[in-house]
Antibody, heavy 122, light 108 residues
Framework: QVQLVESGGGLVKPGGSLRLSCAASGFTFSDYYMSWIRQAPGKGLEWLAYISSSSTYTNYAQSVKGRFTISRDNANNSLDLQINSLRAEDTAVYYC???????????????WGQGAMVTVSS | DIQMTQSPSSLSSSVGDTVTITCRASQTISTYLNWYQQKPGKAPKLLIYATSTLESGVPSRFSGSGSGKDFTLTISNLQPEDLATYYCQQSYSAPLFTFGQGTKVEIK
């Protein structure tokens, strides 16, 4: 079945770095744009980053630009998010999601992973 | 950035009731508005895209309407399994996306 599975979450000290991964299965990964979205404890959803199907285009929320880097490996059906200079306010569940219609205003996030918890604390 | 504002932030209704959630954009977004359902402890799930198109497998008691700045998610014949938080999200400014703050639906 169509599935996204995140990994790499955990407890990190402020100022540290972390790399999240998302393994895709059940669909042709290389056909789809992908995104990362996070949710702080008890809070709403925040879109973070977006990558085109062939990695030629990326885009970031202003709040994370310069600290977060999205990348993908189509040969291995995987999506990554590198997070640097972690802050307490980065504590959240991080979801990878599939964009149903990339680079279009008709886009939506049609498949979501189960999420990976990142806790930033000393 | 386009801001999305949902109301109410929470509501409580009985099984069988009709529930309405509204979402307002800070500027016109045509019909580029999506709705998600997030059950407690779970990942969000796409319910409706492009204002009114139901995602495959979504029960027909869910419906969406609107255009421009104002949008509505309606749940008819509310069921116990509809206990969840519902989020609107605009894709007009793709690839920059914003979500509403969420509406928590509780069952009396």
């Amino acid at each position: 079945q169509v599935q996204l599975v995140e990994s790499g979450g955990g407890l990190v000290k402020p100022g540290g770095s972390l790399r999240l991964s998302c393994a895709a299965s059940g669909f042709t990964f290389s056909d789809y744009y992908m995104s990362w979205i996070r949710q702080a404890p008890g809070k709403g959803l925040e879109w973070l980053a977006y990558i085109s199907s062939s990695s030629t285009y990326t885009n970031y929320a202003q709040s994370v630009k310069g600290r977060f880097t999205i990348s993908r490996d189509n040969a291995n059906n995987s999506l990554d998010l590198q997070i640097n200079s972690l802050r307490a306010e980065d504590t959240a569940v991080y979801y990878c999601a599939r964009n149903r219609e990339g680079f279009s205003p008709s886009d939506a996030f049609d498949i979501w992973g189960q999420g990976a918890m990142v806790t930033v604390s000393s | 950035d386009i801001q999305m504002t949902q109301s109410p932030s929470s509501l409580s209704s009985s099984v069988g009731d009709t529930v309405t959630i509204t979402c307002r954009a800070s500027q016109t977004i045509s019909t580029y508005l999506n709705w998600y359902q997030q059950k407690p402890g779970k990942a969000p799930k796409l319910l409706i895209y492009a204002t009114s198109t139901l995602e495959s497998g979504v029960p027909s008691r869910f419906s969406g309407s609107g255009s421009g700045k104002d949008f509505t998610l309606t749940i008819s014949n509310l069921q116990p399994e509809d206990l969840a938080t519902y989020y609107c999200q605009q894709s007009y400014s793709a690839p920059l996306f914003t979500f509403g703050q969420g509406t928590k639906v509780e069952i009396k």
